[in-house]
């Protein structure tokens, strides 16, 4: 980073503080899941960190994101509570959705972070709605839905980007190719030779990024999100990634056969964007090697607090059963 | 009072509540030419930011209602019930489910317009009734009048609440007259209306099946029967009291829908008054809806499909066996 302006440095070590909340947030969570002191399937984002932290490093509080399933990322990424997380993973009372929703739908409405969708590509047409919201306001808001690979593949995707590119909303579509839709490789559903070519039946740009490069989505992600300020409409990148762990946690387990090999994991590894960001910290001089360590302490710390957080909050009451149901909710002798 | 046809007080409500907020929008299909006249004049009115016509992409444009609502506007989905089905997921997965899965943070003032289409020929892929399935997932509110006067009213109720509303809407209505009162008034969901006071059974029936039941009633009355018709006007919340309280006073219990016969509204509500209004019935509950068969393209095979006058006073004669 030569010549980088005041602030760059501290956003470069912000990057990182996301990247490693999110990586001690799922690696405590694979334990919680492995002891099943958690209820529920568990869905991480360990090797993909850098594509929302990336992407999300470049929005204001009040652009909003939608995220999918592999769902604890993209929120903190957006500047959600690792304690309201945690707690949603626990179903407690004190979580982001009060336990309704646990570990693949979280959601912070205060920040932005309009909800993480179960469903493939689902949240992508709500993406678009709050985006064109913010046109007929007249605002400048930004909305960026994650999602897979295989939600590339969903109608839901396509009839999103055609809506936003004839109403030029200020949508930045970015698609996280982890290569596998669950087990099916892209290479043998996507008829196109990169998701990000795309873009081009829809009349906007598209790229394809390095997504283990912090800096690169970020850069990214950057012009896309100045040019959807500026009203000229949608964009689309396509961060190519990698998911370290399987699908959904315990899922190994079920395999019959493999679908990828150990030398591919191990390939990706060697690039992983953690040590990557930290090598790039370094060299340009803007951490020292203490100071990686204490801002990996730190968020130990702060997945310590948040588990702790999670462990002591009391369990929703039975009488909240149907609470917020509706806004205005329907007396029960009329339901 | 001034005579309107059902259209026309959809229209008035939509151009009266959008006057009043500026953030409420109608998109849709083809929703500035106005097919069957409920959004017409709204573009020229209101302009191309407040009235959009949307791609045949009803995935995209049911959901993007949702995000639209989710920050704060207030939008008013026109469609048919043939292309709900296309958008499912948006309307299952995210218009009912989210303000729950998500704690409470959504608030969703929705309101989709749903056109159900029976009797003309538009074969099996144009003619749906679908209104119960909605019934069956939590999260929704769901309408459907009968009269202009209760379209008018309800809509509005509609279009202020910060719930989603799925708003059906009886094609077979859209041309029928009726008074509707002048100016600004609302009909709260979840109150029956007597459209027909009565003593010997009582007939629950909804949208367009109203007036058959009417019709019925008045044969009826000429035999010396008694029959009150009684419309729920909401499906979701549904008056369960007035239902009740009616088969208490009748003792005979039919209920009239449009829609498909295993799992319809009429199925629901027979279900209520067995269960809770028991041991006033005279007689076994029934059930006049449609029958179990897609509706077909030929006028002399589809005409067999829906309730009739006749079916309905065969149900109230078996009541009265």
């Keep these: 980073m030569p010549n980088a302006a005041p602030g760059v440095r501290a956003l470069h070590l912000e990057m990182l503080r996301k990247m490693l909340l999110i990586r001690k947030f799922d690696e405590a969570a694979v334990g919680l899941a492995e002891r099943r002191e958690i209820a529920g399937a568990v869905h991480t984002y360990i090797g993909e960190e850098a594509v929302a932290v990336g992407a999300c490093a470049t929005l204001h509080d009040d652009d909003y994101i939608t995220g999918n399933h592999r769902s604890h990322g993209h929120p903190i990424a957006k500047g959600a509570d690792v304690n309201r997380a945690m707690a949603e993973l626990f179903g407690k009372r004190t979580g982001y959705c009060k336990g309704k929703g646990g570990s693949m739908h979280l959601a912070d409405f205060s920040v932005g972070i309009l909800g993480e969708s179960g469903i493939l590509a689902s949240a992508l047409p709500v993406a678009v709605g709050a985006a064109l919201a913010s046109k007929l306001r007249k605002e400048t808001k930004v909305v960026i839905p994650f999602f897979g690979d295989g939600a590339s593949n969903e109608g839901a995707c396509h009839e999103s980007m055609n809506l936003a590119a004839i109403w030029k909303l200020p949508v930045v579509f970015v698609c996280e190719n982890n290569q596998y839709a669950i087990t099916t490789s892209y290479r043998a559903t996507v008829s196109a030779e990169h998701i990000a070519d795309r873009a081009a039946a829809y009349n906007m740009p598209g790229v394809v990024v390095d997504g283990q490069d912090v800096v690169a989505m970020y850069e990214a992600t950057r012009a896309a999100v100045a040019r959807a300020r500026a009203g000229l409409g949608p964009s689309l990148i396509e961060g190519l990634t990698y998911r370290y762990r399987e699908h959904a946690e315990g899922m190994g387990r079920m395999l019959s056969q493999p679908y990828r090999t150990e030398a591919e994991i191990e390939q990706w590894k060697k690039r992983d964007p953690i040590p990557l960001h930290k090598e790039r910290l370094l060299d340009a001089g803007y951490a020292t090697p203490a100071d990686l360590v204490g801002i990996e302490r730190e968020a130990e710390a702060a997945i310590e607090g948040a588990l702790q957080f999670a462990r002591e909050s009391p369990e929703p009451a039975p009488e909240e059963l149907f609470d917020d149901l509706f806004t205005n909710p329907i007396p029960i002798d009329r339901y | ?321």
């Design chain 2, 1 to 321: 009072m001034a005579e309107k046809t059902f259209a026309g007080a959809l229209n008035e409500a939509i151009k009266e509540e959008m006057r009043a907020d500026p953030s409420i929008f109608v998109m849709g299909d083809s929703a500035r030419s106005g097919i069957y006249g409920v959004t017409g004049g709204l573009h020229e009115e209101f302009g191309d930011d407040r009235v959009l016509d949307c791609p045949a992409s009803e995935t995209a444009f049911m959901g993007a209602a949702v995000g639209a609502a989710a920050v704060g506007m207030r939008p008013i989905v026109s469609s048919q019930c043939a292309f709900m089905w296309v958008a499912m997921d948006q309307l299952v997965n995210q218009v009912a489910k989210m303000k729950y899965m998500f704690g409470g943070q959504a608030t969703l003032p929705l309101v989709y317009r749903m056109g159900i289409a029976y009797g003309n020929s538009g074969a099996a892929h144009h003619t749906d009734r679908p209104h119960p399935l909605y019934m069956n997932i939590p999260g929704l509110k769901i309408v459907m009048p009968s009269t202009p006067a209760d379209a008018k009213g309800l809509f509005k109720t509609a279009v202020r609440d910060d719930d989603p509303v799925l708003f059906f809407e009886d094609n077979t209505l859209m041309r029928v007259r009726g008074e509707v009162p002048d100016g600004d008034y609302t009909i709260p969901y979840g109150v029956a209306d007597v459209k027909r006071k009565g003593s010997d059974v009582t007939i629950l029936a909804i949208g367009g099946m109203v007036s058959r039941s009417l019709a019925a009633a008045e044969r009826l009355e000429a035999n010396g029967i008694s029959a009150e018709v009684l419309d729920p006007r909401s499906l979701v919340p549904l008056d369960k009291g007035a239902i009740l309280q009616s088969v208490a006073k009748t003792g005979r219990f039919v209920a009239v829908d449009s829609a498909n016969k295993t799992c319809s509204f009429a199925s629901e509500a027979c279900a209520l008054v067995a269960e809770e209004g028991f041991w006033s019935l005279k007689a076994p509950v029934q059930r006049v809806a449609s029958l179990m068969v897609h509706p077909p393209f030929s006028p002399v095979l589809e005409r067999l499909v829906y309730p009739t006058e006749d079916r309905i006073i065969e149900a109230v004669n078996r009541t009265l066996a």
